[in-house]
């Protein structure tokens, strides 16, 4: 009985985990989505007027555009990395085409 | 002179570090094509980051900044650094599980087993193999537009034909000869280590450039204040240019928003590049590709923004009215820079602007670091692919012994070199920029193929089919109409990338829909369950 119900649990909580993952799936889907729309900054075109005195405004946007997508990437290695994928491969026996 | 040993000691060195690896070398065919899976996290940082990087970054980014303005940042950095991460995300993480669980070290391989097709892979490898070579191209190409300027004037009697410029064909020998010596060496080990270190080096050197260039210009405000303003700005906008002889021409400056997003697609390609899949899977884990997919969009910002500087600064020091260009002894470099010789824009700074011979040649070398941290890798993946993909494929891997399958690649190597040096004579006057356009909208055109194989299970072998010809038919008809290798773009902007992969992505969903699903079985190989 013990034994069932731990096997309950632990499938339960593989449900949850999993459920978890999908719904960060779901939010880097849309804050990719969301990088990909704000790299078009169509409101920067015309602006000539420059940032700390050398930086072109259009330069300086897309450079801490760049950094932003580094956090973003830093995020989806923290919470959506693939996990599984390691010991999917790490199962089959490698070849030895090489 | 002294510019010149220094860039023949920093070759030297390379050398030796290819002797150095070499002793790490195991001597399998394994280590000589993926490093026996054993590449840690830094150094496949170094080696991807150091392959994409080419002379189009270095070289071409200054160059076509110093054309259009600060919009190239825009058009190649910034949309990279997400979509490369993206493609090493979704792409090259499950191609590295995929080749680790399965044993493949070419894409190639992993397209015939998914799609259960020999015929598949003799369709893709003169496609890979074309589409490489001009990659190969830029990079040769590129070293002329780097040492011919640097060198110019120094040895008037032995090469009077160049103004006493080192010669393209004795750039090219020496170029080759390096990079061919520790791809020879060490295989895919050797290039890992030699990348690491000249990634390293070309982005120390470049920021040293972009610190001695903003201060020879009297500091980063006074740098961006003499530059031409409508390279600040990415309205399009006519540039009337004055030559050295007084002849005039026009430019065109700025970027169309249609252009700006249909280049999105071509940053794409790095899910296709044969040489990047071969980085991949020397991979130690799939945890290795964290500190790549996170530090990726920080090194391109790195290297790119300086460079886009640098580029829109000379718009202000080739002019002719420039107080800067007539204050910097110049001798034999034209005013008001054509748009044929835009390539040499990033070492006519160097050697224009930084006084110091020791600083231009390290500066060239590291110029150079870029260049030779991709040719190695495209070399070797071309020896690869050829390899396992045609002879062993064909011929039977136990009729070989693991000596002579190095033996092959090593020279199906040499003769990638020695065509890869006689094309990049015949093309040294090419645009490096729109040359490396036209090798990444081909790759990025067959993306479709490899994002179906991997996230849907109902691609068919039809469906890859029609979506490579498809593809490789667009591609095909844009770049003749473009008259092979020119500047082009569709109707207001749109870049032929963004069409051939549609007609990729159309082509591999329509048919695959129309044609008999495959068989479970051999799709559950390659999907996690």
């Known amino acids: ?70 956090i973003f990437w830093g995020f989806v290695v923290l919470f959506a990395w693939p996990t599984r994928i390691e010991a999917w491969a790490e199962e089959g026996r490698e070849g030895d085409d090489a | 002179m ?63 900044a110093f054309q259009k303005g600060i919009g190239t940042y825009g058009l190649m950095a910034s949309s990279s650094g997400l979509i490369h991460a993206a493609c090493f995300f979704l792409i090259g993480i499950r191609l590295w599980s995929i080749g680790k669980r399965h044993g493949y070290v070419t894409q190639i391989q992993f397209f015939r087993g998914r799609f259960e097709s020999n015929g ?14 001009p990659y190969l191209l830029i990079g040769v190409i590129g070293s002329y537009k780097v040492l011919g300027p640097m060198t110019l004037g120094l040895f008037p009697e032995t090469f009077a034909s160049t103004g ?24 895919s080990r050797s290039a890992a280590w030699a990348n690491t270190f000249q990634t390293l080096v070309f ?24 530059a031409n303003p409508a390279h600040l700005v990415r309205t399009p906008s006519e540039l009337l240019i004055t030559m050295k002889d007084g002849a005039s021409s026009a430019r065109k400056v700025g970027v169309q928003p249609i252009t700006f997003l249909s280049y999105m697609f071509i940053p794409l390609s790095v899910g296709m590049f044969p040489h990047l899949f071969q980085h991949w899977l020397t991979a130690k884990s799939a945890k290795t590709f964290k500190l790549t997919v996170i530090a ?57 602007l930084i006084g110091n011979p020791i600083i231009v040649g390290l500066v060239t070398a590291g110029i150079l670091a870029a260049i030779m941290s991709s040719l190695d890798s495209q070399f070797l993946c071309l020896g690869t692919i050829f390899t396992n993909d045609i002879v062993l494929h064909v011929a039977g891997k136990e009729r070989f012994s693991d000596k002579q399958i190095i033996a092959i690649a090593r020279s199906f190597v040499l003769i990638i070199v020695t065509l890869t ?52 038919i667009t591609w095909f008809y844009f770049f003749q109409d473009s008259g092979f290798g020119g500047e082009y773009a569709i109707g207001n902007g ?14 591999m969903l329509i048919v695959s829909l129309l044609t008999k699903a495959p068989d479970k079985a051999v799709v559950d190989q390659f999907f996690i369950r």
């Open chain 2, 421 to 472: 040096y006689i094309g990049s004579l015949l093309m040294k006057n090419y645009n490096v920029f729109d040359l490396a356009v036209w090798c990444f909208t081909g790759f990025a055109g067959l993306t479709p193929l490899v994002i179906a194989a991997l996230y849907w299970r109902r691609a068919t072998r039809a469906g890859a089919y029609a979506s490579v010809i498809a593809s490789m």
């Open chain 2, 2 to 64: 002294t510019a010149l040993v220094v860039v023949c000691l920093y070759l030297c060195l390379l050398l030796g570090l290819g002797v150095f690896s070499k002793r790490l070398f195991q001597g399998t065919s394994k280590d000589y094509f993926v490093a026996s899976h054993s590449i840690g996290p830094f150094m496949l940082l170094m080696s991807v980051f150091g392959t994409t990087m080419t002379a189009f970054a270095l070289v071409g980014s200054t160059g076509k």
């Open chain 2, 494 to 507: 749109i870049q032929p990338a963004a069409i051939c992969w549609l007609a990729g992505a159309v082509a």
């Open chain 2, 296 to 352: 990726h969009p920080l090194c391109i910002m790195i290297v790119w923004v300086p460079c886009v500087l640098i580029g829109v600064w000379a718009t202000g020091v080739f002019n002719p009215d420039s107080a800067v260009w007539a204050s910097i002894k110049t001798t034999g470099i034209i005013k008001g820079l054509p748009d044929g010789s835009v390539g040499a824009v990033l070492s006519l700074m160097v050697k224009g």
């Open chain 2, 120 to 133: 598949l892979g003799y369709l893709l490898f003169p496609i890979m193999v074309f589409l490489t070579v």
């Open chain 2, 203 to 226: 982005i120390s050197m470049g920021l040293l450039a972009f610190y001695l260039i903003s201060k020879k210009l009297g500091g980063l405000v006074a740098a961006t204040e003499q």
């Open chain 1, 1 to 70: 009985m013990a034994i069932v119900s731990e096997r309950i649990r632990f499938e339960s909580g593989l449900i949850a985990q999993r459920r978890t993952f999908r719904n960060v799936k779901y939010f880097v889907i849309i804050l990719f989505l969301l990088l990909g729309a704000l790299h078009q900054d169509l409101w920067n075109w015309d602006k000539g007027n420059l940032i700390l005195g050398f930086l072109p405004t259009g330069l300086a946007y897309h450079a801490a555009y760049s950094i932003v997508v580094a």
């Open chain 2, 164 to 187: 006493g410029a080192v010669p393209a064909w004795l750039i090219g020998i020496v170029i080759c000869g390096v990079v061919l010596s520790y791809v020879f060496a060490g295989g």
